[in-house]
């Protein structure tokens, strides 16, 4: 299980971006945060295009349907969807990992039905 946001380890660190513009304002290799596909279609087209690492935020299964489509690196969710869509993530061999949005004292709970990873 991956964890982020957590003090007791060093964690890959998250750049929000809105436009295709703040993209170049990112360190090299950076994992870009994105907001919801209907308003960051065209951002997640052009990190697919260019083989970008990026997560994006999702609030429904076919989120993360078209996430996983989209070459997302992750998808962030709330926990009780992270519980939902790992089963269908695990079926269809999803390239994209799965993060919840949690508290830290959620780790276990997040850990017990397999979910690729936390954000603390």
């Known amino acids: 299980m991956k964890i ?10 998250f750049y929000e971006v809105f436009t295709l513009e703040e993209i170049a ?3 090299a290799n950076s994992l870009l945060k994105l907001e919801p596909l ?7 087209q052009h990190c697919q295009k260019n083989a970008l ?3 994006l ?4 299964i076919e989120e993360a349907m078209f996430a996983n489509l989209l070459n997302a690196t992750y998808v962030i969710c709330k926990k009780e969807l992270a519980k939902e869509l790992m089963p269908i993530a695990q079926n269809y061999l999803f390239d994209t990992q799965v993060l ?10 997040m850990a017990k ?3 690729d990873g936390v954000i603390v």
Request: net charge negative.
């Open 113 to 115: 039905i397999g979910v």
């Open 38 to 44: 209907e308003k960051s279609l065209k951002i997640a």
């Open 57 to 60: 935020l999702i609030s429904s």
């Open 53 to 55: 690492r990026y997560a």
């Open 100 to 109: 919840a949005d949690i508290t830290k004292d959620e780790i276990e709970e």
């Open 4 to 13: 982020f946001g957590h003090e007791w380890i060093e964690s890959e660190t």
């Open 25 to 27: 304002q990112t360190p």
